[in-house]
């Protein structure tokens, strides 16, 4: 087959002068001159698409907008089916995005990106001549009443309430409501606890996955405080925050039509200075995925070591065999899932630090460390999303508990003495089960070699006696 021809080049022109551009791209000048200041990272790095599609709604709801401002409506109709390209992530997957993260601090090369990109698919659509900027200008028009400085930061706010509410949160649920039949289903299973990883006193396996299953009901309160700063946009503060050269009523109406195209409840920020100079939210967003990431590091690790063995750990869980664990230990098999989840929580508490360090530097007027703390957010969301998917179907579900093993484990225990306090005092409890320990013995022998009998030894220690208050 021969090669397709390759589309004559055009030229664009920006503020700085003429460039040379793929003639089959939609972007323009100052697209390409931001990819040859910052070949960084290559497609590795890209602005993420979640933000590229959530320019694209911002877009369509300022050009609608716009048309009740007085924007031609032919110029508005052209802008919104465009950017409807943008929103379905079409024109991303096609390289029409290929910018970096690493770029100016206020993603304004990505706005303009956008701009560009939006202008020159309208014009297409209205038979125009791509690159002439007419009848759709990438500023005048794409951008009117708009600002990097505002567009962006919205498009960050945009794309992480998606992200939170129609990911994060299904996925958490998904696997806090697996936990919390895994703890109804063992709500009789009664074992060991254990306190500074020694042995304590007994629970039941159900009450150990019930706390489990709080950590996550708490992971999904956490998101849901986060979500009020999260849905407040900075669309309508242009430059500073003043909102210089757009209309009385234009942030308004436009959060109120990017709600209608989420289904969220975007609002105008009551402080333009604040949502453009802060990325408070952002931070905030990020300590609720960080604190995430603290609970299912906790959860996963408990699994792991509660899962060790099969012979020679605690053993008390059996854990789904995925895959085979060794390549030299023949029959081996890894917690894999629980190593996963763990990594994962890792990587969410270093993104963390980028984004503290980024929200900490709004110089003046504008934080400009935004597309640092977007792209950390936004990884954060996605690898909490398919780690909890992951772990929820190829581990917890798949648990089973060694019963024999729990048993053995927890009658063996020289903590059941706790059951004696009341009974004969701490003092002479802790000597029986010091005795027992250092004899090798069992607490009823050592108990009744102390002078209790030995029927009022099995009526005291009794394990499922000792799981809440008298």
């Not at 794309?159 to 709500?187: F, Q």
């Amino acid at each position: 087959s021969s090669k397709e021809e390759k589309v004559a080049a055009r030229i664009e022109s920006d503020t700085l002068g003429p460039m040379e551009v793929p003639g089959d791209r939609y972007y323009g000048a100052q697209t390409i001159r931001c990819s040859i200041n910052f070949p960084i990272g290559g497609m590795d790095e890209r602005m993420p698409k979640a933000v590229i599609q959530a320019m694209g709604i911002l877009k369509k709801a300022a050009a609608e907008v716009n048309q009740e401002f007085g924007l031609d409506s032919k110029v508005s109709s052209a802008i919104s089916n465009a950017s409807d390209d943008v929103i379905s992530g079409k024109l991303y997957d096609e390289g029409h995005f290929p910018l970096p993260i690493w770029q100016t601090g206020s993603g304004t090369q990505t706005n303009m990106n956008c701009n560009e990109v939006i202008s020159n698919r309208a014009i297409e659509m209205m038979g125009g001549e791509m690159g002439s900027k007419s009848p759709v200008h990438p500023n005048d028009h794409v951008n009117k009443s708009q600002s990097s400085n505002d567009t962006f930061p919205s498009a960050i706010h945009i794309s992480v309430g998606i992200e939170l509410v129609k990911s994060l949160k299904p996925a958490l649920t998904g696997l806090r409501d697996a936990l919390k039949a895994k703890s109804n289903e063992w709500k009789d299973i009664i074992k060991i606890g254990r306190t500074h990883t020694q042995d304590a006193v007994p629970l039941t396996l159900g009450q150990e996955f019930s706390g489990y299953t709080q950590q996550l009901t708490n992971s999904l309160e956490r998101i849901d405080a986060v979500l009020p700063h999260v849905y407040q946009l900075a669309l309508g503060g242009t430059a500073v925050g003043t909102g210089l050269n757009t209309r009385k009523g234009f942030a308004e109406k436009c959060a109120k039509r990017i709600a209608q195209l989420t289904s969220l409840p975007f609002v105008s920020a009551p402080n333009f200075f604040e949502a453009l100079a802060s990325r408070d939210a952002m931070v905030e967003v990020h300590g609720a995925l960080n604190t995430i990431a603290v609970s299912l590091m906790k959860i996963a690790n408990d699994i792991r070591f509660l899962g060790s063995g099969p012979r020679c750990g605690l053993g008390e869980l059996q854990l789904p065999e995925n895959e085979p664990g060794s390549s030299i230990m023949p029959g081996k098999v890894n917690p894999t899932q629980c190593e996963a989840i763990t990594m994962i929580c890792a990587q969410v508490m270093g993104n963390h630090v980028a984004v503290t360090v980024g929200g900490s530097n709004g110089h003046f007027e504008l934080n400009v460390f935004k597309p640092l703390i977007v792209s950390n957010v936004l990884r954060s969301i996605k690898l909490l999303t398919d780690g909890c998917l992951c772990f929820t179907k190829n581990c917890v579900r798949g648990i089973i508990p060694n019963k024999e093993k729990i048993a053995k484990i927890m009658n063996e225990s020289l903590m059941l003495v706790t059951a004696l306090n009341s009974h004969i005092g701490y003092d002479k409890a802790a000597q029986i089960a010091k005795t027992a320990h250092k004899n090798g013995t069992t607490l009823k022998e050592e108990a009744v070699n102390a002078g209790i009998s030995s029927k009022d030894f099995d009526d005291w220690v009794r394990p499922e006696k000792m799981l809440g208050p008298n």
